[in-house]
């Protein structure tokens, strides 16, 4: 395993400013104000922008040292030199700096994370950018979704999802998502109807019928497309939330709430 890399600065390796220059020069981020802005606003931006520049080369540090860890004999340096690792750097520099969200930013981590341990290696150049303008281009409820319908009996405690199995007589895919996410309620309808059909139009989801009644059992089939699990596996690795992913949202059954 090869040594770690310091937090900024590291005038030992370089690398820090490596990461640097390539999230610098690939956000573009602050742009040229016109004659009516003022010099506060700019420099106010000025310094918003460096925060969260700051922010994500913290978190680029802590994917190349995982990154190292990972990969026997592999230098920080080797691998900054690498073609499609110095892409996906600066592609997701351009989509990190432009949102403070933490589940964008967590996604743009594990992207970097498969690239460069070539966990990703069966997806071609082409798939890495496309899944990469998804994360820019897709909100949080989306994704949270997209998971979601991939494996609802994953996201239940094994009790309920017993009970959907084997005692739900017939049930929706409308239904189980308003057990899984209460707050979609009757009056959020068409957004999430919207959230489907934006999924369903970028190829991740199977055509989905919300109100079709099928046997409970039959719910927890997958509703997502090859394309769509690749994706999810490409966003999805070490990198989690503190908020314990693995434990299921609790169950509230269709009717009790909304």
């Known amino acids: ?47 918003q922008a460096s925060a969260r520049q700051q922010v994500w080369l913290d978190q680029l540090t802590d994917v190349v040292n995982a990154i190292i ?8 340096a080797d691998l900054l030199s690498q073609p499609d690792f110095h892409d996906a750097v600066a592609r997701t520099a351009q989509i990190a700096l432009s949102t403070s969200l933490d589940e964008k930013h967590r996604a ?5 994370f498969h690239v460069g341990t070539e966990s990703a290696r069966d997806l071609d150049r082409d798939q890495r950018a496309v899944f990469l303008t998804l994360v820019e281009t897709l909100t949080p409820s989306h994704v949270d979704l997209l998971k979601f319908l991939r494996s609802p009996e994953a996201a239940l405690p094994e009790a309920d999802a017993k009970t959907v199995r084997e005692g739900w007589d017939e049930g929706s895919v409308w239904e189980l998502v308003r057990g899984f996410r209460p707050q979609w309620t009757d009056e959020r309808r068409t957004q999430f109807r919207f959230l489907i059909t934006d999924l369903e139009a970028k190829q991740l989801l199977k055509p989905v019928n919300l109100d079709s009644s099928v046997r409970g059992r039959y ?9 769509g699990s690749q994706f999810l596996d490409f966003i999805e690795g070490p990198f989690t939330s503190t908020e314990n992913p693995s434990t299921p949202h609790p169950f509230v059954k269709p009717g009790s709430a909304g």
């Open 1 to 47: 395993m090869c040594d770690r890399v310091e937090p900024f600065p590291v005038p030992e390796t370089g690398t820090r400013e490596i990461l640097e220059g390539l999230a610098t020069g690939a956000a573009g981020l602050v742009p040229v104000f016109g004659p009516i802005a003022s010099a506060l606003v700019a420099q106010l931006f000025s310094q």
């Open 69 to 76: 860890g990972q990969v026997a004999d592999l230098e920080a």
């Open 108 to 112: 743009l981590k594990n992207a970097l």
């Open 219 to 227: 719910l927890f089939e997958s509703l997502t497309t090859e394309f």
